[in-house]
């Protein structure tokens, strides 16, 4: 299984292609809490991380906003009391790029450095 | 034309009733930019903020929930490059109380500080 939390984001073109469904199959073992969700066809990764107030998920929110500046690729977090949604995809090729995946391997890391 | 951003939340009962449409007809004026949306039979109270980057619209998103949690009463706040989505409602009800419109007035307030 690649360790993705260890990756970086790489450039991403907008001639690049979205990730094709073979190319996913193995990335998403690590990612076993993630769901992949299409909106306006263009294909997501979701998780939403639950938590015991509205604080706690503020903050949370702020430390994945945090991560996604210093990697210059950002997500949607949509922030609610007690839960916040995590959602990343890649604009510019309308898809799922490898950098999704590493990010999200990284989101899972923020919450587990948050308990 | 109310004062709405000058008002204060006040506890909303579980039995409360949502506003009716003529209730909410005359609170709409001072809240020109927000949409009435529904979503899964619940009426919500919508706008879209837009920003310059994605750091701008994570410090709104904070000043937003630092509001809510000064008012005790908590929106779903999505934030995304440039954008940020505020969404009030009042989940006792399943609906939209005085509360909502008030706290919809204070989000312009947060957000004309910004500026």
New interface residues.
């Given amino acids: 299984m690649p360790n993705l939390a260890k990756e970086h984001c790489s450039a991403c073109h907008r001639a690049a292609a979205p990730l094709t469904s073979e190319q996913i199959a193995p990335l998403l073992p690590a990612l076993s809490k993630w769901q992949i969700v299409e909106r306006g066809g263009i294909m997501q990764l979701q998780r939403s991380f639950m938590f015991r107030n ?2 706690q998920a ?1 903050d949370f ?2 430390r994945v ?1 945090e991560l ?2 210093s990697q210059g690729h ?8 007690g839960q916040v949604t995590v959602t990343w995809w890649t ?1 510019k090729i309308r898809g799922l790029h490898r950098n999704d995946f590493i990010m999200a391997a990284r989101t899972d890391e923020v919450v587990h450095a948050n308990v």
């Avoid at 950002?74 to 009391?81: D, G, K, M, R, Y």
């Fill in positions: 509205f604080a503020l929110t702020h906003g996604a500046e950002h997500p949607a977090i949509t922030t609610e009391w604009h």
